[in-house]
């Protein structure tokens, strides 16, 4: 609660409650931002926000409301959201080391593992496309970068249980709307860029310069973390306000990495800083080449931000907790491996296909889908990979929103020309199905949902227990069922 003179200039002492920017939902004694966005206006909804609660306005345009409603008129909302939030919530980010992460694939990953290195020697949360979390507890998140309210609410029930750093996912979505405005970041970490999200920027121009603003608005006294293996990687570091390392395998880098050994169960790398003047091996349970860069990326950040040695760590890479859905392997004792991957994009899947063609023994199977109302050009490419690389194919629903399943695996299959596929409509049955195919030393890839727990249908979300727990299930009842045939 604050006095509403304290959050933006005005003579009023009325009390403030909360701060709104849904006006659907019932928020007492609020504050409301009339945001303009692509889809929405929020001016059109101030009436709806006056009957949830809202008893101040701050809109851009002018506003016709009943008696009793202050309303507070600014040339750009957003920009009085974010400083009214930072002074509502005690400007949280402030009191935080930000890891702040962005790139096509591996934000999550990487902000998971910061979480886990930093939390060897301070309390770390972490915001991003899974969750809200820090000590033991969990919060739901629907956006992989949440609004300025929610992201300031997260950061200061952060502050206020002791937590000392936080890693969040900044998407370029988020940066495109300014849902990271006046947050304080001490590191940002730049990943790749790949072919994603081309319908919201419309080519990779516009996405490359969404994505730039992460480092472009850096404090002059932040660090900027950057993959020059990545094409866009030497692009990248010239948009960069603050001071750069450059991690890769490439000359041009900082943190050179070299010797990359892949294997089943661990991988191994050389790094060499030669800003620290440090060289050190490392041994991983993380699997995959693009696992050594996220890992790599992870380790350079908190390194060089909490001024520790590399040699710190070097006792916790070869134990890191998996992170769920990523690269997530399904052991239940069977012959034949199945492994669970957020991969949703072009990139991912040469990714993974790559990795698991090097390792597999027998066949290579896979169960993906495409989101529905979202980027439709990559859907035939998705095709033309597994056909390429796998040996059946299931295709599936994969949060198909208003558009209809059986049309989006179509689209999918117009780049299969060689490989056999189906197409079972519901993501459960084609797991299942999927399992039941799998021979001794088969790799079974389930791409696209990693471990979420809901399926973006028309005009709701339906729960879903996860890619992950349905494999598990339809593993376990088949090596029943082939014990229960031994009697």
């Known amino acids: 609660m604050r006095v509403l003179s304290s959050l933006i200039e005005t003579t009023s002492t009325l009390y403030i409650h909360s701060l709104m920017i849904d006006s659907r939902i019932p928020s007492p004694q609020a504050m409301f931002f009339a945001i303009k966005g692509l889809s929405y206006d929020g001016h059109k909804f101030v009436d709806q926000a006056i009957q949830n609660g809202a008893v101040v306005i701050v809109h851009s345009q002018p506003l016709s409301v009943k008696e009793g409603i202050i309303t507070l008129q600014v040339d750009d909302v957003v920009e009085t959201l974010s400083q009214v939030a930072q002074r509502f919530y005690d400007d949280p980010s402030h009191h935080l080391s930000m890891y702040g992460v962005t790139g096509t694939n591996g934000k999550s990953s990487v902000t998971a593992l910061i979480k886990q290195l930093v939390s060897s020697f301070e309390s770390c949360g972490v915001i ?27 950061l200061s029930t952060m502050v ?65 973390i950057i993959n020059v293996d ?121 990714q993974i296909f790559d990795y698991a063609s090097r390792l597999t023994q027998g066949r290579l199977l896979s169960v993906f889908g495409s989101a529905g109302q979202r980027d439709t050009l990559k859907r035939k490419v998705f095709g033309q990979l597994a056909d390429q690389m796998c040996d059946m194919i299931i295709l599936t629903e994969d949060d198909p929103r208003d558009e209809d399943v059986i049309s989006i695996c179509h689209d999918i299959a117009q780049g299969i020309h060689d490989t056999p596929y189906v197409i079972i409509s519901d993501r459960v049955q084609a797991i299942r199905q999927a399992i039941t195919l799998c021979k001794k030393g088969d790799c079974l890839l389930i791409l696209g949902k990693g471990c979420e727990t809901m399926i973006a249908r028309a005009y709701e979300k339906s729960d879903y227990i996860g890619d992950h727990i349905v494999a598990s299930a339809a593993i376990k009842e088949r090596l029943k069922m082939k014990e229960e045939e031994k009697i």
């Open 230 to 350: 990545d094409p866009y990687g030497l692009k990248m570091v010239d948009e960069c306000n603050s001071a750069v390392i450059k991690v890769g395998e490439s000359t041009l880098a900082n943190v050179r990495l070299s010797n990359i050994k892949t294997y089943s169960t661990h991988t191994t790398f050389d790094l060499e800083d030669t800003l620290k003047q440090e060289k050190v091996s490392i041994t991983t349970n993380l699997i995959a080449r693009f696992n050594v860069m996220n890992l790599a990326l992870a380790l350079v950040s908190v390194v060089h931000h909490a001024h520790k040695s590399y040699s710190d760590f070097l006792e916790l890479t070869p134990h890191l907790s998996q992170v769920l859905g990523r690269m997530h392997r399904i052991d239940e004792g069977q012959d034949y491996d199945v492994i669970v991957d957020f991969a949703h994009t072009p990139d991912g899947f040469i």
């Open 160 to 224: 206020k249980e002791n937590v000392q750093s936080c890693a969040m996912e900044v998407s370029s979505i988020g940066l495109d709307q300014r849902r990271t405005l006046g947050i304080d970041f001490d590191v940002a970490i730049y990943t790749n860029l790949t072919h994603d999200h081309l319908d919201y920027h419309g080519d990779m121009k516009q996405y490359f310069i969404a994505k730039a603003k992460l480092f472009s608005q850096m404090k002059s006294d932040g660090l900027c």
């Open 128 to 154: 991003g496309t899974i969750h809200a979390s820090y000590k033991d507890v969990v919060l739901p998140t629907q956006l992989t970068t949440p609004d300025l309210v929610s992201l300031n609410h997260y």
